[in-house]
């Protein structure tokens, strides 16, 4: 039985902008062991439009990770607000938190978090099944793994894949599921220059031919390049 989504974008008055995909606002992070304090955020402000494709990017500890934790509601600011499409995340509570996961939003991850037991067209049924998005399941994978080039992989154990097709499943799992937020977290941060080529293509058909705002967190020049903005962040801020 599909879910029923709970998700629903707050009214705007008819004078106003479409709300931005995703926005953070003066977001501080503060992690605490003991008497120690490691502060991740330090007032973060970004925008990111609707169809706009972004890459994050910054060394190692400059905050990129903790921004996709919060981005995706799996934690919480020590202050600020994260808002997503015009509802702030830290007003949600556990039930409309898990909505906005399984039906506004998809996550590509650096290892692809894919069933290896599953074969690639297994693995975006249950996907979507996990969405509520079961009623054309099959086909949808189908239609997708096919737009992707993965049409002869469809019935493969992902655990035999390459990383750059297991990637490739990933983003069309995010294509089936018609997410209209995608996250990447470092997907070519595994892969060889060939293979980082063939997916940040596809995370750009997300855009391109989904309709998907897709922020790429990264530290690879080349997928800062390729994508429509970059925004540095640098000690928990955005850089000048």
Known sequence: ????????????????????????????????????????????DLKVERGEAVAVHGRSGSGKSTFLTLAAGLDEPSAGEVRSFGRSLGRLDERELADYRAQQLAIVFQSDNLWPALTAEENIVTALRLAGRDDDARERAQASLAGFGLEKR???????????????????????????????????????????EVVIESLLR?????????????????VARAVDRMIELRDGRVAP
Do not use: C
Not at 13 to 29: I, Q, R
Not at 167 to 182: D, G, S
């Open 154 to 196: 469809a019935h493969q154990n992902v655990g035999t894949l390459s990383g750059g097709e297991r990637q490739r499943v990933a983003i069309a799992a995010a294509f089936a599921r018609e997410a209209p937020l995608v996250l990447a977290d470092e997907p070519t941060g595994e892969l060889d220059e060939r293979n980082e």
């Open 206 to 222: 997300l855009r391109d031919g989904g309709g998907a705002t897709v922020v790429v967190v990264t530290h690879s020049d080349r």
């Open 1 to 44: 039985m599909a879910v029923r989504s709970l998700w629903v974008e707050p009214a705007r008055p008819a004078t106003e902008v479409e709300w931005a995909a995703l926005e953070t606002h003066d977001v501080f992070k503060i992690y605490r062991s003991g008497p120690t304090e490691t502060v991740a955020l330090r007032g973060l």
